[in-house]
């Protein structure tokens, strides 16, 4: 039986508002094991965005404990949460986030500057070896402007794939593209899932959802589970 890459216990996010204190997150329990295809599904102000938030450090909790890739992320300071954050977890944003004044590689290589993995010499090789698994390797040396959405979206991906982290986060990764290529794209999601990665997905998309093996629902600050036909799974 595979591990756990994440592990919630009793989390609970509360923010002070002008009201008084807002509960968005009301004791979520949750278990991802290593190689599982998560989608995170919910309303605006659910508390989706909160939730991937706790799993990727960018917040920490108010209570409870959070736990990924065997690290307690609750008490790491700022420098070592995003140092380990770069190391551990892959973002593919739905607008791409490219920096469009950096070619593709140079794109695709920053993270690696960033967290100083591989050697200064194995970092083009190492972006270069990406692009081509995403189709891109043709397209290296061109600024991202001069892309189609989906081959920025795949330049995306290698880019979360530079320092071959266990954990991917989509946040609506193909909300941005077409049904063609974001068809595509999926298709390449369950590639890197058969290659070991874990990937949890933030989609509005119900078609996309359906295509998910497990799915999560955030609605009030709580969690819930549905199977591909949209049932709740007790």
């Known amino acids: 039986m595979a591990e756990n890459l994440i592990t919630l216990d009793n989390v609970i996010k509360n ?8 509960n968005v997150l009301k004791g979520i329990d ?3 094991s290593t190689g599982e295809f998560v989608g995170v599904c919910g309303p605006s102000g659910s508390g989706k965005s909160t939730l991937m938030n706790m799993i990727t450090g960018i917040d920490r909790p108010t209570d409870g404990t959070v736990t990924v890739a065997g690290q ?8 070592k949460l995003a140092r380990w954050r770069g190391k551990t977890i892959g973002v593919i944003f739905q607008f791409f986030q490219l920096l469009p004044t ?3 590689l140079e794109n695709v290589m920053l993270p690696m500057d960033f967290c100083r993995v ?3 010499r194995e970092r083009p090789e190492r972006a270069m070896f990406l692009l081509d698994q995403v189709g891109l390797a043709d397209q290296a040396h061109k600024l991202p402007s001069t892309l189609s959405g989906g081959q ?11 320092n071959d982290p266990p954990l991917l986060v989509g946040d609506e990764p193909t909300g941005n593209l077409d049904s063609k290529t974001a068809d595509k794209v999926f298709q390449l999601f369950n590639e890197l899932i058969a290659g070991g990665k874990t990937f949890l997905m933030v989609t509005h998309d119900t078609s996309l959802a359906g295509r998910i093996p497990r799915v999560i629902n955030v609605l009030d600050g709580v969690l819930y589970e549905t199977d591909g036909a949209g049932a709740i799974v007790e």
């Open 15 to 22: 923010f002070e508002g002008p009201a008084g204190t807002i």
């Open 30 to 32: 949750l278990r991802v």
């Open 72 to 79: 307690v992320l609750n008490n790491m300071s700022e420098n």
């Open 102 to 104: 950096l070619t593709v």
């Open 118 to 120: 591989w050697t200064p």
């Open 152 to 162: 920025q979206q795949r330049a995306a991906i290698a880019r979360a794939l530079a």
